[in-house]
């Protein structure tokens, strides 16, 4: 059976402020530097399985990449698009705003400047089915966003509006998809 592994990236300062980091490049804390060596021992002691990491082009993406490649040996590879959702006049702000909270729930809402919902499946949704589709037992690591979580979960599972704008995972959590 075809599969691959999802992380997101380590904690940055945004996520500690609770604001969007978007398509904003913002690098990793202490805390997220070590959650992704956390990551690339995890990988190694659980003895799982990973040919190549593909990592977002953006600074805490791709930090958390190398850090788990410099840990696990595993080769790496930028993927332009796993680059998070561009939340225009979003960025930087609250993830808990109000006006954010209703936005999200509206698919085609570009947020002034932004990325709708509809585009950014789209291009992952593309992603995924190029490695569904990839000849060969190639397993993958993707390393992106929580934005990008979503997504790639609604791929795999139905899930109601408000599922899909409230589903997140945890810095460096590592989920399994299988085809």
Not at 59 to 77: D, F, M, N, Q, W
Not at 78 to 105: C, H, I, M, W
Request: with cysteine.
């Amino acid at each position: 059976m075809k599969y691959f592994y999802y992380t997101r990236h380590g904690q940055t300062i945004w996520n500690v402020e609770n604001k969007i980091c978007g398509v904003s490049d913002v690098s990793l804390t202490e805390k997220g530097i070590n959650q992704a060596r956390e990551l690339g021992n995890k990988i190694l002691d659980e003895n799982i399985h990973i040919d190549e990491i593909l990592y977002s082009p953006l600074v805490r993406a791709k930090e958390t990449a190398l850090y788990i490649s410099e840990i696990t040996g595993i080769p790496v590879r930028e993927e332009s698009r796993l680059k998070e959702q561009a939340f225009g006049k979003y960025e930087g702000t609250p993830r808990n705003g109000a006006d954010f909270r209703v936005s999200k729930r509206n698919f085609i809402d570009s947020y002034d400047g932004g990325e709708t919902m509809l585009h950014l499946a789209q291009r992952i949704y593309n992603l995924i089915d190029d490695i569904k589709n990839e000849p060969g037992d190639k397993v993958y690591l993707l390393v992106a966003h929580n934005g990008i979580s979503r997504v790639i979960n609604s791929y795999f599972h139905d899930m109601s509006n408000e599922e899909y704008a409230d589903f997140g995972i945890r810095n460096c959590e590592i989920r399994k998809y299988e085809f």
